[in-house]
């Protein structure tokens, strides 16, 4: 037997080819040595007989070590804060909901093998890596709601909001896009009137986004679905059509967006990165401050910065940075949200199915229907609601978050208007019951008809709103917040309105075109 003293860069897969000796051999010997793969320079290695070692050999070589070039401790590579304060971002995306994310993927497949650097900061931790419906613990919907709605996991930041008490919040990588409900139908083109953009610049993105996001909008009907759908196109509702959800793959949440990034190329995340507040210099994006867990600060350079935090933190960051803007804040409008559990007279097939009534010219409203198989069925009712700039988000400064962040009020109601159209709701869903065969049929645990209370559709936006005149919008038409070059919001809070339909999809979408534009940006900056 040899010793042999390890020298700087030896690993035992080395020395065993130096030597000629079997590697699990060498394995065997040293069994002082815990990990293989770690440092091992001025160790004493021995090395077994060289005979000895052959007697269990075939003509056959061994297979060297599946050792990859570089190990990680989690499902998904992190970057310290220590180490990205010591770069220079070329774009850096404050939070990874279904804005963030489909910003980064598309930044990150449009710029490819480029030298670019990209940065990606979110506040909460790693929760789940994917959407909670694909957890096997969690096999349907009541079952993941156990989960979601511990505050330990989703916070109920509406118990501090009288006006919009339904909000409710996730602080962590993916955010709400862990739980939400997969539904991703278009916006209607004349809902797109009065934005900046027109329904076909916005088309094509609606074509990647639904790729990427795996939308089952072209898939038969489930049986159920077919004979409820039927009824519903003869009895005046030739719109109705299977509900389309990002259900390709799974359920889709914003971790499918950040692990195909990492395919086209690798950029930097920090989670449990809290943002306090964006820089600028000289009228120019020039970072984000950011706290970690022990209230260290960092401060993170940029060239271009992407705020995506939603409707209810993106403003709460601008205003807490001081960034000018008379609509940061303004227009929020949601869903009026109802609810109506119903019984068709004749049971429908056991498989279940899921039916969208779609938002009209003449309907401000959406309907989704969900057949549970037998007779029963639920429908989810959602109401066109009005922007209007009194209905807002401020700073409540007698509040403030662990990091010294203020905290956020909420200034909201519905309009004459807006109560005209849940009304209507209403009496639609009476309507749709007797259409397809059924009644309304009251529950233990909820009436005919319900209305939830504000913020708990979820879908809050229009606070950093799009448009060309900084007076009504704090955005241009690339998500580009007025008089501030480099500084984007690409989640809900861009949204100029809502209408009556789920807009992860359009935000999607149009986070992907605020990413072009930053590319484009980005070469011209390069080329000049």
Not at 37 to 46: C, Q, Y
Not at 227 to 253: C, D, H, K, N, T
Not at 395 to 411: A, N
Request: with cysteine.
């Amino acid at each position: 037997m040899k010793i042999h003293v390890a020298a700087a860069g030896d690993s035992l897969w080395k020395i065993a080819q130096a030597y000629g000796v079997e590697w699990s051999a060498l394995i065997l010997m040293n069994r002082h040595i815990s990990d293989p793969d770690s440092n091992i320079a001025g160790m004493n290695v021995h090395i077994p007989d060289k005979t000895a070692s052959l007697r269990n050999q075939t003509a056959i070589p061994s297979c060297p070590p599946e050792i990859p070039a570089r190990l990680i401790d989690q499902w998904i590579p992190l970057t310290p804060l220590t180490e990205m304060a010591d770069k220079e971002y070329d774009v850096l995306i404050v939070g990874t909901g279904g804005g963030g994310g489909a910003a980064l993927w598309r930044l990150c497949e449009q710029l490819g093998n480029t030298p670019m650097r990209i940065g990606v900061i979110e506040r909460g931790d790693l929760l789940l890596p994917t959407h909670a419906l694909n957890v096997p613990t969690f096999w349907d919907w009541s079952k993941m709601l156990e989960y979601f709605l511990n505050p330990k996991i989703s916070t109920p930041i509406g118990k501090l909001l009288p006006e919009y008490s339904g909000a409710r919040l996730v602080y962590a990588l993916g955010g709400r896009t862990l739980f939400w409900g997969a539904t991703t139908p278009r916006f209607p083109s004349f809902e797109l009137a009065g934005w900046p953009i027109s329904y076909k610049e916005l088309e094509t993105y609606y074509n990647i986004a639904e790729q990427v996001m795996a939308v089952n909008k072209f898939g038969p009907p489930a049986p159920s679905s077919q004979i409820v759908l039927g009824r519903l196109w003869e009895g005046g509702y030739p719109e109705a059509s299977v509900l389309p959800q990002a259900i390709g793959r799974g359920q889709f949440s914003s971790i499918v967006f950040l692990g195909e990034a990492l395919r086209h190329r690798p950029y930097d995340l920090a989670v449990k990165a809290r943002a306090v507040q964006v820089t600028t210099e000289n009228g120019k994006a020039a970072g984000v401050k950011v706290m970690s867990p022990d209230k260290t600060t960092y401060f993170l350079k940029a060239r271009h910065v992407v705020v995506s935090g939603g409707a209810l933190e993106t403003p709460r960051l601008l205003l807490n940075s001081g960034i000018p803007g008379r609509a940061i804040g303004h227009y929020l409008i949601n869903h009026s949200f109802m609810k109506s559990p119903g019984k068709v007279t004749d049971a429908l097939p056991e498989e279940g199915g899921s039916i969208l009534i779609p938002q009209s010219g003449n309907r401000p409203y959406q309907v989704q229907m969900y057949l549970f198989g037998g007779t029963d069925y639920l429908c989810d009712m959602f109401g066109r609601v009005e922007p209007r700039f009194e209905n807002r988000v401020t700073l409540d400064y007698s509040r403030r978050d662990e990091y010294g962040v203020p905290g956020i009020q909420v200034d909201f109601s519905y309009s004459s208007k807006d109560q005209s159209v849940i009304g209507r709701l209403a009496d639609e869903a009476k309507q749709i019951a007797s259409t397809i065969g059924g009644a309304l049929a009251p529950t233990a645990s909820m009436p005919a008809i319900c209305i939830q209370p504000p913020g708990a559709d979820y879908h809050e936006a229009g606070t950093c709103r799009m448009g060309s005149d900084p007076a009504n919008s704090a955005t241009d038409r690339y998500g580009q917040i007025h008089g501030i070059t480099g500084l984007y919001a690409a989640d809900n809070s861009v949204l100029p309105t809502l209408g009556a339909v789920n807009p992860t999809l359009t935000t999607a979408a149009l986070a992907m075109r605020t990413a072009d534009h930053i590319v484009r940006q980005l070469r011209d900056a390069d080329a000049g």
